[in-house]
């Protein structure tokens, strides 16, 4: 099956700083990623839906200063979380997706801001 | 708009009895829905879907879902609880087989804890 990865899994950062989360689509060209946010023990909220070469279209109440995303290749799309504060502390996925087929999810990555 | 509403926050069974995770939506056109389970710190991994075919849908792990437009339900059954399934579940509602331009609506979620 079709496999995302997420790089990194696990990252903690000061307040402050920047933080940039990568995610690949290993075995297919996604010609669409999608952002989400989970908190603990709560439900995914869509941020952001990023198509290849074009600007990302963000969801309501998403900062798109904040959340920079960027979707260069039909393999990659980062999400940098600037200047990030302990509020932006979240469990960041993202999915990736051919056409109209389904969505692929990656693991995840655990964002730490101290 | 779309939305989908999972009616148990927690649901707890003991191991080898039947499984039920209930799920409506709402949706201004046919929609697509889902079943996703995340074990905890991982990524999403589908269970099953529908996509306007047979109503009764089978996934993996032994899973299975019924649409029933009539009731606007989507739930999630299994005949005999393993402990491997204890996890977070979600039902997942869009508006296009795949996910569509809008992405995924997700419903809160149903932890579902299996008892020995």
């Known amino acids: 099956g079709a496999v995302v990865s997420q790089h990194p899994s696990r990252v903690i950062c000061k307040s402050g700083t920047s933080v940039k989360i990568e995610c690949r689509s290993l075995?297919?060209?996604?010609?669409?990623m999608f952002w989400y946010r989970q908190f603990p023990k709560q439900s995914l909220m869509l941020m952001a839906t990023?198509?290849?070469?074009?600007?990302?279209?963000?969801e309501q109440g998403v900062e798109k200063d904040k959340f920079l995303i960027n979707h260069a290749s039909l393999t990659l799309s980062t999400l940098t979380v600037t200047s990030a504060h302990p509020e932006d502390s979240s469990f960041y996925i993202c999915?990736?997706?051919?056409?109209?087929?389904?969505?692929?999810f990656g693991p995840g990555t655990r964002l730490t801001v101290t | 708009a779309q939305s989908v509403t999972q009616l148990d926050s927690h649901v707890s069974v003991s191991e080898g009895t039947p499984v039920l995770l209930r799920c409506n939506y709402s949706?201004?056109?046919?929609?697509?829905l889902f079943w996703y389970v995340q074990h905890p710190n991982k990524g999403l991994q589908l269970l099953l879907k529908?996509?306007?075919?047979?109503?009764l849908v089978k996934g993996i792990n032994g899973f299975e879902a019924e649409f029933k437009k009539s009731e606007t339900s989507f739930h999630l059954t299994k005949p005999s609880a393993h402990m491997s399934d204890a996890a977070e579940y979600f039902c997942?509602?869009?508006?296009?087989?795949?996910?569509?331009?809008?992405?995924?609506?997700f419903g809160k979620g149903t932890h579902l804890i299996i008892q020995p």
């Open positions: 075995d297919f060209q996604a010609t669409t």
């Open positions: 949706s201004s056109y046919s929609p697509s």
């Open positions: 990023s198509n290849e070469g074009s600007k990302a279209t963000y």
């Open positions: 529908y996509t306007s075919a047979a109503t």
């Open positions: 999915s990736a997706r051919w056409g109209p087929r389904e969505q692929y």
């Open positions: 997942v509602v869009s508006l296009t087989s795949g996910g569509g331009a809008d992405g995924l609506t």
